[in-house]
């Protein structure tokens, strides 16, 4: 999509630095054992040239809501109502053909596995030049040029030669880096990265989310983090959504919510991890199991496992902010603030 059809659609007037807003989507799988509500009311918003972390455990939507953007969901999954506004453009509204436009030009897209999602059969120079030519609108020789550039950027040595090669040939985290140049040389304005060293190496990892930001700099991109790791986030965001079990829980800018988390769960998970327990080695387990997305709790979906919860959280708590950029979805925030004063006063003292 050109840049004139983007703003000749652009019919929403959102915070103007926001570039993504994603406005209570639901988004259900049909399966043989029932409906999946694996999204249930999820809003949140990046903005321009922002690391925003999108955290929670497994199984709580944090993929299904990048596919939810791209529309990219399996055949048994719809998202049944919300708005997904990109550069106030609602991608809902987007016929298939714009919506190709969008993918990879405009929003990239980083996996898990980067082995997945290159072709095993085709040499990188391949894989790389077709899709450049195709977006850049540029000859092969020149998106040959841009490849190589971009590998260059992305550490990969003696790139001229080496675009030759074929996935295989290459390590994991080598792997991630092509893919990684493959997306930036597109010139996307949003970079989604699901996961993005969760398969590598630990020593790997960190050299991967060096070049992530490095590149999200150099071109000022927005990045759409998605972990289960908190380390991750805590190094590599501006700002942070909570996630569980298909909704949002707690957002706002992480240090201010590594520092003092405010829902019952974000606090759970912070507390899981060892160094945040000062003194204490052993990995805190969050009690209870996340929840099944077939016949979720009612209300808060949070209630089952948390020491506030009464019988208000069997109703649904509203996301409310309490604070600067704070927001928070729980009945008993006054209470869980307090308390958590009161453990850090003592445990200081
Ligand atoms: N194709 C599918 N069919 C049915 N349920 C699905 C499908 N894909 C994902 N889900 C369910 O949606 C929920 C969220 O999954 P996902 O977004 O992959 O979680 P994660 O946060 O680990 O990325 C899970 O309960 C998962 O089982
Ligand atoms: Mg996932």
Same mark, same amino acid.
């Given at each position: 999509?050109?840049?004139?059809?983007?703003?000749?659609?652009?019919?929403?007037?959102?915070?103007?630095?926001?570039?993504?807003?994603?406005?209570?989507?639901?988004? *259900?799988?049909?399966?043989?054992?029932?409906?999946?509500?694996?999204? #249930?009311?999820?809003?949140?918003? +990046?903005?321009?040239?922002?690391? @925003?972390?999108? @955290?929670?455990?497994?199984?709580?939507?944090?993929?299904?809501?990048?596919?939810?953007?791209?529309?990219?969901?399996?055949? /048994?999954? &719809?998202?049944? $109502?919300?708005?997904? *506004?990109?550069?106030?453009?609602?991608?809902?509204?987007?016929?298939?053909?714009?919506?190709?436009?969008?993918?990879?030009?405009?929003?990239?897209?980083?996996?898990?596995?980067?082995?997945?999602?290159? /072709?095993?059969?085709?040499?990188?120079?391949?894989?790389? @030049?077709?899709?450049?030519?195709?977006?850049?609108?540029?000859?092969? &020789? &020149? $998106?040959?040029?841009? $490849?190589?550039?971009?590998?260059?950027?992305?550490?990969?040595?003696?790139?001229?030669? !080496?675009?030759?090669? *074929?996935?295989?040939?290459?390590?994991?985290?080598?792997?991630?880096?092509?893919?990684?140049?493959?997306?930036?040389?597109? !010139?996307?304005?949003?970079?989604?990265?699901?996961?993005?060293?969760?398969?590598?190496?630990?020593?790997?990892?960190?050299?991967?989310?060096?070049?992530?930001?490095?590149? !999200?700099?150099?071109?000022?991109?927005?990045?759409m983090l998605i972990t289960h790791n908190l380390?991750?986030?805590?190094? /590599?965001? #501006?700002?942070? =959504?909570?996630? *569980?079990?298909?909704?949002?829980?707690?957002?706002?800018?992480?240090?201010?919510?590594?520092? #003092?988390?405010? =829902?019952?769960?974000?606090?759970?998970?912070?507390?899981?991890?060892?160094?945040?327990?000062?003194?204490?080695?052993?990995?805190?387990?969050?009690?209870?199991?996340?929840?099944?997305?077939?016949?979720?709790?009612?209300?808060?979906?949070?209630?089952?496992?948390?020491?506030?919860?009464?019988?208000?959280?069997?109703?649904?708590?509203?996301? &409310?902010?309490?604070?600067?950029?704070?927001?928070?979805?729980?009945?008993? %925030? #006054?209470? %869980? +603030?307090?308390? !958590?004063? /009161?453990?850090?006063?003592?445990?200081?003292?």
């Open positions: 999509m050109s840049e004139t059809t983007l703003k000749g659609k652009a019919k929403h007037n959102g915070s103007s630095n926001v570039i993504l807003d994603v406005r209570d989507i639901y988004t *259900y799988f049909k399966t043989e054992s029932g409906v999946v509500k694996a999204l #249930d009311g999820v809003s949140f918003d +990046i903005r321009e040239q922002e690391s @925003v972390g999108i @955290v929670g455990e497994s199984g709580c939507g944090k993929t299904v809501t990048s596919r939810s953007i791209l529309r990219i969901l399996p055949k /048994n999954g &719809e998202v049944v $109502a919300g708005e997904i *506004y990109y550069r106030g453009v609602n991608l809902m509204d987007l016929t298939e053909k714009q919506m190709r436009h969008v993918r990879g030009k405009e929003i990239a897209l980083l996996f898990q596995d980067p082995l997945s999602a290159l /072709n095993p059969v085709l040499s990188i120079r391949e894989q790389m @030049v077709d899709v450049i030519q195709l977006h850049r609108g540029v000859d092969e &020789e &020149e $998106a040959a040029n841009i $490849a190589i550039k971009m590998m260059k950027a992305v550490g990969i040595p003696e790139a001229e030669h !080496r675009i030759d090669d *074929y996935p295989h040939q290459y390590s994991g985290g080598m792997r991630q880096r092509i893919l990684i140049a493959r997306a930036l040389a597109l !010139r996307p304005k949003l970079l989604i990265a699901d996961e993005p060293t969760t398969a590598l190496d630990v020593t790997i990892q960190a050299q991967v989310l060096d070049i992530i930001q490095r590149m !999200r700099k150099e071109y000022g991109l927005s990045l380390g991750v986030v805590s190094e /590599n965001t #501006d700002r942070i =959504h909570v996630f *569980y079990g298909g909704r949002v829980v707690e957002s706002g800018p992480t240090r201010a919510i590594f520092k #003092d988390p405010h =829902h019952p769960y974000t606090i759970a998970l912070l507390e899981s991890i060892p160094s945040f327990k000062k003194g204490k080695g052993k990995l805190a387990t969050i009690p209870g199991s996340v929840p099944q997305l077939i016949n979720p709790p009612k209300g808060c979906r949070f209630h089952p496992r948390c020491p506030y919860a009464t019988d208000i959280c069997k109703t649904r708590p509203p996301m &409310e902010k309490i604070g600067e950029d704070r927001y928070v979805a729980c009945f008993h %925030v #006054d209470t %869980v +603030i307090a308390d !958590r004063k /009161n453990r850090l006063a003592k445990s200081s003292s």
